[in-house]
Structure formats: C-alpha cells, structure tokens
C-alpha cells in the first residue's frame, strides 16, 4: 500500500515538475494557474489532475473538446512514479534514517525539471540548479551519515571535467559543445555521485545520446539539449554508479 501511495505522489510530483520546467523558462506561472489542454485552452479541475487515474477515466481524452490526449503524458506519469518509489525499494527504510532517499528524490526532482526545460527550450536554469543544490547540501549537513567533505570535492571535480571537455570541444569542432548549464549541473551531479561514478555517468551519458542521434535523428546537425542524457545516465550512477 506505501508503495502504491508513492507511486502516486511520484506521478503528481513529476507532473508538477513538467508543468515548472515547461513554463518558468518563458516566464509563464507555474505556482497557481493550472493546467490547460492544448485544445480548447480548458482549465483543469482538480479531479483531472490526478495522475494516472484521470487519463484511464477520460479515456485518454480531453472532458471539453474531446481531444485525445498523448500517451506519453500517462507514460511519464508512470515512469516518474516509478522513478520516486525506485530508492526505496533500493536503500530500504534504512534510507530515510540516513538520509539517502531524501538525497535521491531531491535529486530526481531537479533532473526532471532541467530534462523538460532543455528538451524544450536547450536550457537549463541556474535558479533551479541553486535551489535543489541547495537543498541537497542541507541534507548532507542534516545527515552524519553523508560525506559533505568528499561531495563538495567531488563536485569541484564535476565542475572541472565538464569544464575542461567543454573547451576541448570548442577548439576541436570550432563552436560550443556543451552549454553552461550541463557544466553548472555537473557540480550538483559530482556532488551527489562522487568522483568515480560521476566520470561513469558522463561516459554513459555520450554513449545514449550518441545513439539517440545516429538511431533517431534524421537531421544530424540539430541542435539537442545534452541535459536529458545527463540526467538519465545520472540516475543510474546514484544507484549503481
């Protein structure tokens, strides 16, 4: 039943974080106006709201304009409820002793919203990084159990191996390679991984997006945000990194 009830509470979570990563790049309010299908501009009731269950009780359908809803909205729904019950199942209640899970959905949190940003937008804001960096920090400040001290070298190095790949590339390809933000966000990344699973996750995360561009992209010169790579080869370091 716990598990059932945070599946759900990911779901709403990850919602949420769509709707911020979506609007706070173009100013648009993200606090109290509410969701709207992209239709009829109809706003939705709280009842429509909820996740999962409100697509399945539709029928995948708009209640105004009888617009189908994507799929993709009920699967990331799934894979973001998903994705909040995984550290559990992984640490155990151990992991809110220590303060891992904690660590582990904060993190998540901030990966969901810089992935719909940067595949919308190719922008990763610092704001959002500072705000979950902070917050992480804080839990390693609360929690013995978590190594402040390796973590803020960590990120340090983190910070650098972007930094130093990100200049080679430049002067390699004559143009930037990576953006600002995947650079920022590798200090959070750093800081939450540590050093050996961080240099993992870059390594991972070049090898999916490779793939995503030679499998996928018919125009080989569009131009794609790396964050969503990084956040998801990210994910699996900070289990088995």
């Known amino acids: 039943m716990f598990y059932l009830l945070l599946l759900f509470l990911g779901a709403a979570l990850g919602s949420f974080y769509h709707v ?3 609007r706070m790049p173009i100013g648009e309010n993200w606090v109290s106006d509410r969701s709207r299908c992209p ?13 999962i269950l409100s697509y399945i009780i539709q029928g995948g359908k708009c ?9 993709i909205y009920l699967l990331s729904e799934i894979v973001a409820g998903l994705l909040f019950v995984f550290p559990v199942w992984f640490y155990g209640f151990e992991g809110f002793e220590t303060g891992h899970i904690f660590v582990a959905w904060a993190f998540l949190s901030m990966l969901i919203i810089i992935t719909v940003s940067d595949i919308y937008y190719q922008l990763i804001l610092d704001k959002v990084l500072l705000f979950w960096g902070a917050i992480i920090v804080f839990l390693y400040v609360l929690y013995p159990q978590l190594d402040l001290m390796s973590a803020l070298v960590s990120a340090v190095v983190g910070f650098l191996t972007l930094y130093v790949i990100g200049l080679l590339g430049q002067l390699l390809f004559k143009k930037e390679a990576l953006g600002g933000g995947d650079i920022k966000l590798y200090a959070v990344v750093g800081f939450v991984l540590g050093i050996a699973p961080t240099f993992l996750s870059i390594f991972i995360a070049s090898v999916i997006a490779l793939s995503y561009i030679l499998l996928f992209m018919k125009d080989k010169a569009k131009v794609i945000g790396f964050g969503p790579f990084i956040a998801m080869a990210s994910y699996i370091c900070l289990f088995y990194g």
Not at 63 to 71: F, L
């Open 20 to 22: 911020v990563g979506y």
């Open 39 to 51: 239709g009829c501009g109809h706003q939705l009731t709280a009842i429509e709201l909820i996740p």
């Open 63 to 71: 209640r105004e304009c009888k617009m189908h809803i994507k799929p």
